[in-house]
């Protein structure tokens, strides 16, 4: 495939924006080479600038569930924008959503949009921290909660990819109030709430990492930190930037049956326009202002655009459910295809999958947190990832990353990625 204007576009770029991009993952610099830009997408597919056809596995990073320019999303966008694209005034969409988002998410009263799932973690923490009357937080190695300066302690997807998971510029006297355990290790984070007793506001995580590959929580992991922070009068966030109506209508805290306390969703819930939110029951809610003391705002929280995008996308999901299966079976699909592979040519590997989401380590060791996902070799994914480029197929461009599956990929789709592995398998032994 030819990659020239992409390059040239790329270079130009590089002249006016940091980098070349306005977030660093999309920059490959993990995997080398020249990001690929892009001119159109329609359903499972990308035409770059090139006239090249990729089959997509990122879906902008998950909310395109449905799939690239869906038509009832983009409808919806158009008649809205035709009506004026923002007002900072109250509208009856963002009620619409929120009404329908209630519904489908359990334990859940009310809810507030904002703009980026870094802006609902980063508010979901403030509120934890003005409903506990307590500073510190309680974050997991390899886990992602958006660029806001507490997070970037131990963080994963970029910022890992990037060598800054604890990025300059972030003050000491921030990170002090971030306190790092492990995933999928509850004596970690037992350790810590001993050590720090009456100290602590909430623990935040991904329920389903996806951000340090996809990392499936173990028996009893999310369960043991419920019953833990229920004792320690600690409040539970899961960030469901990732999981939120995309394992199903209820999101995580649906699929693995544990209620949190707050939880924050971005990209599904904007049908891929700039969203996020956080959501609580009312005893929480209620302390945000302007009915109570915490701060939060937004200029363009709340947008008509993206609201009448997020409304098309949860009307079709919460209309057709089987949507969520659907997904499931495709990626189990690829999952078992891939893995045939992988085995046959006796390539060192693990796949971890749940749900629509999924990745694949190039090492012998099961990935369960972050440091065993950061011993997958990274010159074979390297390879993998422009192997499967080169035969059309569009992989996230680093192994700290999940492949968000959409419900547009045909079986034909799958069985042509897990032939483009097959094509190129030799080259990762
Ligand atoms: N939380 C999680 C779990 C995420 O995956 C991300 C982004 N990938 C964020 C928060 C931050 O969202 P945004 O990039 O929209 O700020």
């Not at 971030?178 to 004596?187: G, K």
């Not at 009312?282 to 302007?290: G, Q, R, S, T, Y």
């Not at 993206?306 to 990626?331: I, R």
């Not at 045909?410 to 592995?421: E, H, N, S, V």
């Amino acid at each position: 495939m030819v990659y020239q204007r992409s390059s040239a576009l790329f270079a130009e770029a590089r002249k006016y924006i940091p980098g070349g991009v306005n977030s660093p993952v999309r920059a490959f610099k993990a995997v080398g080479g020249d990001p690929i830009f892009v001119k159109s997408a329609k359903g499972a597919y990308l035409y770059d600038e090139d006239g090249n056809k990729l089959i997509d596995y990122i879906a902008s990073w998950g909310p395109l569930i449905l799939g690239h320019a869906y038509e009832p999303v983009i409808e919806a966008v158009i008649e809205k924008a035709k009506k004026g694209t923002s007002f900072g005034m109250p509208t009856e969409v963002e009620t619409e959503l929120a009404k329908l988002a209630v519904n489908m998410v359990p334990n859940i009263d009310k809810i507030r949009f904002v703009n980026s799932g870094t802006e609902a973690c980063m508010s979901a923490v403030r509120l934890a921290r003005g409903y506990t009357g307590k500073d510190k937080i309680i974050k997991f190695a390899g886990c992602y909660h958006g660029h806001s300066d507490s997070f970037l302690i131990q963080a994963g997807s970029g910022a890992v990819t990037f060598g800054s998971p604890n990025s300059p510029g972030v003050t000491q006297g921030t990170a002090k109030d971030t306190l790092l355990a492990n995933y999928n290790d509850l004596e970690s984070v037992k350790e810590l709430t001993k050590a720090n007793k009456g100290a602590i506001a909430a623990v935040i995580i991904e329920p389903i990492a996806g951000n340090m590959g996809c990392i499936i929580p173990s028996d009893g992991f999310i369960k043991g930190l419920r019953e833990l922070c229920t004792q320690e009068g600690i409040l539970l966030i899961f960030d469901e930037v990732m999981t939120g109506f995309r394992l199903g209508k209820g999101g995580a805290q649906e699929a693995l049956g544990i209620d949190a306390d707050i939880v924050t969703f971005g990209k599904v819930i904007g049908g891929g326009l700039p969203v996020g939110a956080f959501a609580a029951k009312d005893v929480i809610m209620d302390h945000l202002a302007p009915d109570g003391p915490v701060y939060q705002a937004g200029t363009l929280s709340g947008n008509p655009l993206a609201m009448s995008a997020g409304l098309a996308m949860l009307t079709e999901l919460e209309a057709n459910p089987k949507v969520f299966k659907s997904l499931a079976d495709k990626t189990a699909y690829l999952h078992k295809g891939m893995e045939e592979v992988l085995v046959k040519n006796g390539v060192p590997h693990q796949i971890n999958r749940y749900g629509s989401m999924m990745s694949v380590h190039f090492t012998d060791e099961p990935v369960v947190d972050f440091a065993s996902s950061a011993k997958g070799n990274n010159d074979t994914f390297k390879k993998y990832f422009h192997g499967m480029l080169r035969g059309g197929v569009y992989l996230p461009p680093s192994a700290f990353e999940s492949y968000f599956l959409n419900d547009a990929l045909t079986y034909g789709d799958l069985d042509f990625t897990i032939k483009a592995l097959d094509n190129i398998v030799d080259e990762l032994k």
